[in-house]
């Protein structure tokens, strides 16, 4: 152990999830541990030019308002039911709206609104664009409807670093309350951009998986046979609060985030650094403002994507963050997709899952493990291992890296 950066103790009082492995937490944990995936072949006329027609959506039937299903975009709407249940599972706290924060990510925002009204401008003129266009389109779309919903004063904050956003905005939450700016924060990430124009864009790079013939093992972290990534959808959505505040008020605590590290590769906007030192720096300065060694470490939810390239960066990065300590690692990308901005909040939540049960979940699909990925990759069956430190990893296009320790 070493020391950790002063300030409050942050713990997680709340945790809400709406992944592509079904509506809720409960949902997100089954899947993880059963190895089920959530990935579907996009069979609607709009995608069938596509060269990659593969994605991981959820499902919002039955879970808005009629109000929030016309004058809320997608990825407003995916952040506002998973804050819920968070805000559900944190018991609802009563808490001085000027010490009640919201802190939620996203790497593209209101893309589906903005391309959707371009059609409408385009067909039918700007008398007919919608008057919600702008507060739709907004990347802090998703922030701003949580902290309306639950009438946060303290600030409403979004972080917008690609893949890494929602890592980010739980790095950001951690600062301000140990700085004394709230006392609970509402933080996380949110996406939804399955359309047929940044489909084709990450196609044009490579970047996603076309194994059409079998779309369940298409995501496949580690593996040899891996050939890019899946988009996904959803949120996750975290209450933090000061373990002051939430022991006064009786909390049930999930867990706490003891540290974060934030790091940059200045290498390539989109291929990371295949040396993998700024994501190995992230690492190092998470530990390090954790309090907690290498050797404390007992399973790494990494961001493990499965392309060729950002997997072996990332074992690569672990292996000189973490030395000959050699923990076990699991990839919920496997299961959900990648949902980009969303993908850090939903990670670490599934790394506190995996710390409360005392099982890490093995990596779907992890059949034939690329040599140069030299990890300890938990395949074919869970890994029942207890322990109280857990390191998940973010990195995002512009060679963005986040790093964050939990703990129970």
Known sequence: MTAATAGAPVVIS??????????????????????????RLLEEPEFADLPARIAATVD????????????????????????????????????????????????????????????????????RVSPHLIPMLMPNGPAATVGLEIGARAGVHTPVSACASGAEALALALEMLRDGRADVIVAGGAEACVHPLPLAGFAQMRALSTRHDDVAAASRPYDKGR????????????????????????????????????????????????AGTGAARSIELALRDAGVSPSDVGHVDAHATSTPLGDLAEA???????????????????????????????????????????????????????????????RTVNREHAHDVALSTSFGFGGHDVSLVLTK
């Not at 010490?99 to 990510?105: D, E, H, K, T």
């Not at 973490?322 to 909040?345: E, F, I, Q, Y």
């Open 14 to 39: 709340g945790m809400g999830a709406l992944t592509p492995l079904g509506p809720d937490l409960a949902a997100l944990e089954e899947g993880l541990l059963s190895g089920r995936s959530g990935a």
């Open 60 to 127: 919002l039937t039955d879970r808005l308002q009629r109000v929030e299903a016309r004058t809320l975009d997608r990825v407003q709407q995916v952040a506002l039911v998973a804050a819920r249940e968070a805000w559900a599972d944190a018991g609802a706290p009563e808490v001085e709206p000027t010490r009640l924060a919201v802190v939620i990510g996203s790497g593209i925002g209101g893309a589906l609104t903005l391309l959707s009204q371009n059609d409408v401008l385009r067909e039918k003129g700007p008398r």
């Open 227 to 274: 050939d890019g990534f899946v988009l996904g959808e959803g949120a996750g959505v975290l209450v933090l609060e000061t373990e002051e505040h939430a022991a006064a008020r009786g909390a049930r605590i999930h867990g706490r985030l003891a540290g974060a590290g934030l790091a940059s590769d200045a290498h390539h906007v989109t291929a990371p650094d295949p």
């Open 316 to 378: 690569r990065a672990l292996n000189l963050a973490l030395g000959d300590h050699r923990p076990p690692v699991t990839a919920p990308k496997s299961c959900t997709g990648h949902l980009l901005g969303a993908a850090g909040a939903v990670e670490a939540i599934a790394a506190v899952l995996a710390l409360k049960s005392g099982v890490v979940p093995a990596i779907r699909n992890l059949e034939d493990q690329d040599d140069d990925a030299d990890v300890d990759a938990v």
